[in-house]
């Protein structure tokens, strides 16, 4: 028993001291007044900088509200907010002289770092960026919703979106960063991009609260990690009017870097945008990372990526991902769609980019739009993508405005695979510009295994249309009884296509070929 009590004794005391190394530097020492009215910029500086200067610790901000302008963060520095504490982001433009970016640029910053090794933020209090909004007329047009801005102008849509009142501030901008974390904290009313960690390493986010307003948060992004490697996201909920979280491989000065080595894990994202994107910002390559065991939830686009630059996209996984979509504003990229993958320029000298080696495993999609894979063109395809045990369901747009036809479209591809994939329509509610179940279009190397579904119930498309595809293999598929036309084949540049094993019901047709294809392109 001696014994026991002496090895208790020695645990203790290594636990007190481990716990007394870490120093407190409570910012009311500073002369900081927990009186959201008074502006302490300066004197919570000092306490990060003498935490700083002594090596490290926390700067500790007791329960209460405070108000900053731009804050810098070093070294082994701990910014530890308790439970009750709320540090509010100053109004006043003049509060933020101090920012810019690795580039030079003047830039609103509320907490900033640059080359700071071992920092966090931490502690349950919350961080408030006060985001102030106006509504606008739009005049102008989006160089990536085009077609949709001019649809909404034709059909009458009331052309207003909200623009930000300055200060434009980043809540939290960390870069060339290593060894960070953020944990527990609260994250909300962003003005612009909440939370930017750019060309960092080894960061670690677990257990934040992001949110920004969902009508009014344009540009409010929750999560950009940007050019980063080594990088855990973790049991996290974000909620925010522009995309939740973002990866992207930003350009300065001619120079970006890579993201990779990625993993995100037990969250939950809600976006007016898009839930989980990658790009569009592309100019540096992607490459190992995996998006699993997440939530999507009243969010106007699901999983996608976007290659604008040039970068290469590769060996990414998203897996065990449950969705709901459903449309926003006109002004707001999405179109409730589940699953986009695009390469394209975004001016016309820009490098083509490549997506390649991506599977979506075990998903449950609901949805209102059109899920799309889609090379750039058939010299420049989607290579080697797959689609396991993935349900899509595609309910109607609560909008005059319609965008969605088939349920899943793939165009110039190289190697792609479906299995399992089931198309489910709302049969009570439909859509008149409903089609295809699939449609597949500059496709080679196309295997389709174990689908199920049937076309729109208003009949007007096929389960499967295939346009100019080569070497398919398509069985063990059981189109539903309903099923007008299992396989149509649109034209004679379709080739070697193989029926295997396909369980067909009822009154359905096999096959159905357009005028002038000849049968021999079964094989």
């Excluded at 290594?14 to 120093?23: K, N, R, V, W, Y």
């Excluded at 960063?177 to 986010?205: E, K």
């Excluded at 998006?291 to 060996?315: M, P, Q, Y």
Aim: hydrophobic fraction near 40%.
């Amino acid at each position: 028993m001696k014994k026991l009590t002496f090895v208790l004794l020695i645990a203790f005391s290594i636990i007190g001291t481990s716990l007394a190394a870490t120093t407190d530097y409570n910012v009311l020492d500073f002369g900081v007044v927990a009186d959201s009215s008074i502006v302490s910029t300066e004197k919570i500086q000092s306490a990060i900088d003498k935490c700083y200067h002594a090596g490290g610790g926390r700067v500790y901000f007791p329960p209460g509200k405070y108000k900053s302008g731009n804050i810098v963060l070093k070294d082994n520095v701990c910014l530890f907010l308790e439970a009750g504490a709320t540090l509010y982001a100053s109004r006043d433009t003049n509060d933020y002289k101090m920012s810019q970016n690795n580039s030079g640029d003047i830039i609103p910053v509320l907490i900033y770092a640059r080359n700071a090794k071992n920092i966090s933020i931490m502690g349950k209090g919350t961080i408030d960026g006060c985001a102030a909004h106006k509504v606008v007329n739009v005049t102008w047009n989006d160089d990536f919703m085009g077609q949709a801005y001019q649809n909404a102008r034709k059909i009458g849509i009331e052309m207003t979106s909200y623009q930000h009142i300055k200060p434009i501030v980043c809540m939290l901008y960390l870069e060339e960063c290593s060894f960070v974390t953020l944990r527990d904290i609260r994250l909300v009313n962003s003005q612009f991009w909440t939370t930017h960690i750019r060309w960092s390493d080894h960061v670690f986010i677990d257990n934040i609260y992001i949110a920004s307003n969902m009508k009014r948060g344009v540009n409010a992004d929750g999560i950009d990690i940007d050019g980063c490697q080594n990088v855990t996201i973790m049991n996290s909920i974000v909620e925010t009017g522009d995309d939740a979280l973002v990866l992207k491989t930003t350009s300065t000065l001619g120079v970006s870097r890579p993201c990779e080595n990625i993993t995100v894990t037990n969250c939950i994202f809600q976006s007016s945008s898009t839930a989980i994107k990658l790009g569009t910002e592309s100019h540096a390559d992607f490459r190992y990372i995996t998006i699993n065991n997440c939530v999507v939830r009243d969010s106007n686009r699901g999983l996608s990526i976007v290659i604008r630059d040039g970068a290469t996209a590769e060996n990414i996984q998203f897996s065990n991902i449950v969705l709901e979509l459903k449309r926003r504003d006109y002004f707001w990229w999405g179109n409730a769609d589940p699953i986009w993958l695009v390469v394209r320029q975004r001016t016309p000298n820009s490098k083509i980019g490549t997506i390649r080696n991506i599977s979506f495993d075990n998903i449950i999609a609901h949805g209102e739009g059109t899920s799309k894979l889609e090379g750039f063109d058939a010299a420049h395809p989607l290579q080697n993508i797959k689609l396991n045990n993935v349900q899509l369901f595609m309910h109607p747009e609560n909008y005059l405005e319609k965008r969605a036809d088939d349920a899943f479209y793939a165009v110039n591809v190289n190697q792609l695979t479906l299995q399992d994939v089931s198309i489910n329509w709302d049969a009570k509610n439909t859509e008149p510009l409903w089609r295809n179940a699939f449609t597949f279009s500059n496709i080679e190397n196309l295997n389709l295994d174990k689908l199920t579904g049937a076309q729109a119930p208003n009949n007007a498309g096929v389960f499967i249309e295939l346009n100019s595809v080569k070497n398919a293999i398509i069985e063990n598929c059981i189109p539903k009884p309903a099923t007008t036309t299992f396989v149509k084949v649109n034209d004679a540049n379709s080739s070697a296509i193989t029926l295997d094993g396909n369980h067909i019901l009822g009154k359905t047709k096999k096959i159905e070929f357009a005028k002038g294809v000849k049968k021999n392109v079964l094989r």
